[in-house]
């Protein structure tokens, strides 16, 4: 059975830090590109990074030069780097496993992702 669990968030100060860490069990982690997702109160879901089996990474627009992705499948576990957080990156965060090795066009896309996490709360004060 596949288990995926964030950990991790919190309340931070604009400016601030966090590091997410996503914990896998049950899967060969290699094999898979892992995202990270985010959805703030009242909005949809939305792709915020994604790292494939060799490592390519992908961000979007808002997040890029701020939060840094990586793995490490020894340990099966995937962070996100936050720096400089602002308000708006306040959002239940979720960490999911995709059914390629790789990160797709579509990697923004839920439809990629085959496991997900229940979610950590990263809330950012202004």
């Known amino acids: 059975q596949v288990q995926v669990v964030e950990s991790g968030g919190g309340l931070v100060q604009a400016g601030g830090s966090l590091r997410l860490s996503c914990t896998i069990s049950g899967l060969t982690t290699y094999e898979h590109a892992m995202g990270w997702f985010r959805q703030a109160p009242g909005k949809g879901r939305e792709g915020v990074s994604c790292?494939?089996?060799?490592?390519?990474?992908y961000y979007r627009d808002s997040v890029k030069g701020r939060f840094t992705i990586s793995r490490d499948d020894v340990k099966k576990i995937v962070w996100l780097q936050m720096n400089s957080l602002k308000p708006e990156d306040t959002a239940m965060y979720y960490c999911?496993?995709?059914?390629?090795?790789?990160?797709?066009?579509?990697?923004?896309?839920?439809?990629?992702?085959?496991?997900w996490g229940q979610g950590t709360q990263v809330t950012v004060s202004s």
């Open positions: 999911a496993a995709s059914r390629n090795d790789h990160c797709s066009a579509s990697w923004t896309s839920e439809d990629e992702y085959i496991h």
């Open positions: 790292i494939s089996w060799h490592e390519w990474t």
